[in-house]
């Protein structure tokens, strides 16, 4: 089992930014991949960023450039630094874990991000 717990989502004004992070704990396999998504109301989730162990990083495309993910690997910690935010990047963002060896996928609670035009 793998425990996931984001933190840093809040409201910010138009342009402004924000950073998030997501802790993971428990079974952590030395490869995998941790993840941010969004949701907003009525919408299925959607991939906002990846990241795995080695580096490597895929973005959605309405993020890409704006929005910037990381991670300790020490902490099993992930982040995603948020710049340049809009009213339409307010949602619920969630941090995924995928664990290559079992290949099941866990969530956080979700933090929730508020965008003021």
């Known amino acids: 089992q793998v425990q996931l717990v984001e933190s840093g989502g809040g409201l910010v004004q138009a342009g402004g930014s924000l950073r998030l992070s997501c802790a993971a704990s428990?079974?952590?396999?030395?490869?995998?991949?941790m993840y941010w998504y969004r949701q907003t109301p009525g919408r299925q989730r959607s991939m906002v960023a990846s990241?795995?162990?080695?580096?490597?990083?895929n973005y959605g495309d309405s993020v890409e450039g704006r929005f910037t993910i990381s991670r300790d690997n020490a902490n099993n910690t992930i982040y995603l630094q948020m710049n340049s935010l809009t009213p339409e990047d307010a949602a619920v963002y969630y941090c995924?874990?995928?664990?290559?060896?079992?290949?099941?996928?866990?969530w956080g609670q979700g933090t929730q991000v508020t965008v003021s035009s």
């Open positions: 995924k874990y995928a664990d290559y060896l079992s290949l099941d996928d866990y």
């Open positions: 990241i795995s162990t080695s580096g490597d990083t």
């Open positions: 428990g079974s952590i396999f030395k490869i995998n991949r």
